[in-house]
């Protein structure tokens, strides 16, 4: 919420939390993803139709966009490693640092997209002026850290 109020000028509403086993796609959309490593290893994802893509990066870029191009993507991309960089900067405090990829972003139709050995997917829907974009979210302890999954770190994995 706070990088759409900063950087796009935009309020955003949260939508109910929930979690689902695997990332889901839309038959057409933009998917764009940061990995993360450290102790605790995962993933942090956006994703929204092309149409919502578009006014993201209109209102990012300050142009009009109304098809999706690599314009689009990179703002779209950057939207996600500053959105995924903000829950990393918030979780490195409960579970130690943490390294971010480079985002990586995906429009295409009919896709399919797996991550590895992912258990679950936190996943947070946000609203503002009819547009939905989705905010998923997955970090598990890495094998040879150390922690086990039943540690009291993992409850804030859902904050």
């Given amino acids: 919420m706070e990088v759409f109020s900063t950087m796009l000028g935009t309020e955003l509403e949260c939508g109910v939390p929930g979690t689902e086993p695997s990332l889901q796609n839309e038959t057409v959309g933009v998917l764009s993803f940061a990995a993360l490593t450290g ?21 990012f870029l300050m142009d009009k966009y109304e098809t999706v ?36 972003a995906i429009f295409g139709r009919n896709f399919i997209s797996r991550t590895p050995g992912t258990r679950e ?4 829907p946000f609203t503002w002026s009819g547009h939905q974009m989705i905010v998923h979210f997955t970090l598990s302890p890495k094998e ?5 999954a039943g540690s009291p770190h993992t409850g804030c994995v859902a904050v």
């Fill in 39 to 59: 102790t605790w290893v995962g993933t942090g994802c956006l994703s929204c139709s092309p149409a919502v893509a578009c006014h993201i990066a209109s209102q």
């Fill in 69 to 104: 191009n690599e314009e689009v993507l990179d703002a779209f991309a950057e939207v996600t490693n500053m959105v995924i960089g903000g829950i990393k900067h918030l979780l490195e405090a409960h579970i130690g640092p943490l390294s971010m990829g480079v985002p990586t």
């Fill in 121 to 124: 997917w936190v996943v947070v």
């Fill in 144 to 148: 040879d850290s150390g922690v086990r």
